[in-house]
């Protein structure tokens, strides 16, 4: 890596261009110089092959794990769908008509469905 700031030109005066003045200021001169940027060599390492067998294998073991996750997934959620029964349904409805009431009347009506069962 390079310097992030680089100089481009050298200052130089004179000291023969100097008066007694003091009001004026010596000359000035500006000299370029040419730097050029350092080039560091980088290694680059070549693939073997377009696919090379590891690769492969890596690849087939992945989707075999993909396929495995999506089936349990899948089956996970047919089997839930399968659950609903009457109970279920009854305690989804309870639910949702409970929600319509403000926080103490919930707990009221929870307290009072708890002591009939």
């Known amino acids: 890596?390079?310097?992030?700031?680089?100089?481009?030109?050298?200052?130089?005066?004179?000291?023969?261009?100097?008066?007694?003045?003091?009001?004026?200021?010596?000359a000035v001169q500006l000299t370029p110089t040419p730097q050029e940027p350092k080039k560091i060599p980088v290694p680059v390492q070549k693939r073997r092959m377009?696919?090379?067998?590891?690769?492969?294998?890596?690849?087939?073991?992945m989707k075999t794990a993909l396929y495995t996750l999506n089936d349990a997934l899948?089956?996970?959620?047919?089997?839930?769908?399968?659950?609903?029964?009457?109970?279920?349904?009854?305690g989804k409805l309870l639910a949702k008509t409970l929600r319509q009431f403000n926080e103490i009347d919930r707990l009221e009506i929870r307290h009072e469905i708890d002591g009939l069962i």
Do not use: F, G, Q, W
């Open 1 to 26: 890596m390079t310097d992030v700031y680089e100089c481009k030109a050298i200052l130089t005066t004179d000291s023969a261009d100097v008066t007694e003045d003091a009001d004026e200021l010596p």
């Open 50 to 61: 377009i696919n090379p067998p590891e690769l492969a294998e890596t690849s087939a073991h």
């Open 74 to 90: 899948t089956a996970k959620n047919r089997v839930e769908k399968v659950a609903d029964d009457d109970c279920d349904l009854y």
